[in-house]
């Protein structure tokens, strides 16, 4: 295995929020899901849950559904920056918060379990990392996270295969990007924080 190689794909990851409308072939769903599969978890615990949606008609709904639960919310003075700008997006009936790719995977873990996000963290990392290697763009989603709680999200999950007991630690928005190439855009950003400190 190259490190360098490795390394790359890492540097050169960058989210994608236009995507084209095109089917995403089983092969490459299947490795990345397999590369989600395989991430680390607390004690081996394996508890992460993947629903992968490719239904039209189940991504449109849940989109509707996430906008008008968020256009019931005010912004508050303090709230994160990025769930504000979901509240204020979701005004607009256009809004689409998981950018019309073809496919949104969401990925749960037991709430009763202390390590849920950090497992989930770790299968979305390496999903994304995955739709690299394949020139592939996705973006981590938020939205259902930051609704994991509503009661009318919840029913809806529930009907998809959430468990009651799970709750929503983050999503993958994957497609094939909408760009002049057909490829993800890798232009490293610039690392202007992050600090490193060693001890030796």
């Given at each position: ?114 390590n849920n996000m950090a497992d ?81």
């Open positions: 295995m190259n490190a360098d190689d490795a390394l790359e794909l890492i540097r050169s990851r960058r989210s994608t929020r236009r995507f084209l409308d095109k089917p995403l072939e089983d092969e490459k769903l299947e490795q990345i899901i397999e590369a989600g599969r395989y991430a680390p978890s607390g004690g081996n615990s394996q508890t992460t849950h993947f629903l992968v949606i490719r239904k039209k008609e189940v991504l449109r709904e849940l989109a509707d559904l996430v906008r008008q639960e968020f256009s019931k919310m005010e912004v508050t003075e303090g709230m994160y920056r990025s769930l504000a700008a979901a509240v204020r997006a979701s005004r607009d009936e256009s809004y689409v918060f998981h950018y019309s790719a073809p496919v949104l995977i969401l990925v749960a873990n037991r709430r009763s379990y202390c989930s963290s770790c299968a979305l990392e390496n999903m994304m990392i995955m739709a690299n290697a394949l020139d592939l763009g996705s973006c981590w989603i938020n939205q259902v996270h930051w609704l994991t709680d509503n009661p009318v999200i919840r029913e809806y999950l529930a009907g998809l295969g959430i468990p009651g007991e799970a709750c929503v630690c983050g999503g993958l928005a994957v497609g094939y990007p909408d760009t002049a190439d057909g490829l993800p855009d890798r232009r490293p950003l610039p690392r202007t924080g992050n600090p490193v400190s060693y001890i030796d």
